[in-house]
């Protein structure tokens, strides 16, 4: 990350993780923008050396950024569930759904079955729908399921070339990317980036109203209320904060939201790029793919474990792929 210093800069990192830190830096100064230093700092960037403030700050903000980038894997894995500490009751939460909407499925689909032709369109639809939501907000297994509705949708898709190809997902997929077009990795890292901000969004409105709230705590004249109107004027009197409480629980919520819809898009192109460039693939390592369904699950299941594994092929099974010939021009006589 910190070797490639142009694309700390460009537009994923701008949007990903440089906005969000531009808010949340927003968000604090005006929680404690009543704090002496706060205001002091504010009232030098508007007067004197001006111009040099900004760059402190904007230096401070972007290497706020920097460092929201390097834990972006760790904010994956809590926001996906594996290291919450209450994760059992909401895996329990998440396996009911699972369990709940695979049923409907399978209703509707024995009810379509047993109608035939005469079997309701609206039916069908709802067949259609329940089945669309299931393969993309749930993995096939139901052992392979998260305790979050993030993490799920990010499992749906990396559990989608498994299911299809017997392919490994999460080793396979920086091996897909040496044969993907440039135009369709930046479609990919687009559709990452908007999942990233929608991610740190959620993370630092959790902060934000988290301080808001430990603010409030501490500056409301708890000694004071003794009477209904007094326990009102007392709150009343650091109502922005408690709106800052408010509000920035209303933002991580929308923006774990956000989250979980941008993971959808993120993996519809996921599962794009294995469906298209997986052949492709199979001919940069210079191996013919079989043409055979079964064959093909084989091959892939091979390549999954030399990646994980180390395990060298087979080479009796899988066939070399021949050097193609170029024919050349004989010369003019």
Partial sequence: MLGSLPKLADKAFIIGFLLP????????????????????????MAQEKALENFVYLAVAVWLFAVLLSLVNTILFKILEGYTLPFAAPLEKRAKARFDALKARIKTLGDAWIAAGDTYPPDKQKD??????????TFPS??????????????RAFEDYPRQVYSADSIPLWIHLCTVMPDDFLKSVEDNKTQVSAALNLTFLSLIVALVAGVRFALDVEWTAIGSP???????WAEAELLAFVVGAAIVARLSYLLAVERAIAWGAVVKAAFDCYLPALAKAMGYELPGHGKERRAFWTAVSRRAIYHRDFEPSRW?????SRTRTQSPKR
């Fill in 21 to 44: 830190s531009v808010l949340f830096a927003v968000a604090l100064t005006t929680i404690f923008s009543d704090v002496p230093e706060v205001a002091a700092a504010a009232k030098a």
């Fill in 127 to 136: 067949y259609d729908d329940a089945l669309f939501e299931f393969v993309t």
């Fill in 141 to 154: 297994d139901r052992d392979k399921v998260l305790p979050t509705r993030f993490g799920n949708a990010i």
């Fill in 229 to 235: 109107p007094a326990a009102v004027g007392a709150i």
């Fill in 319 to 323: 066939h070399k792929r021949k050097p």
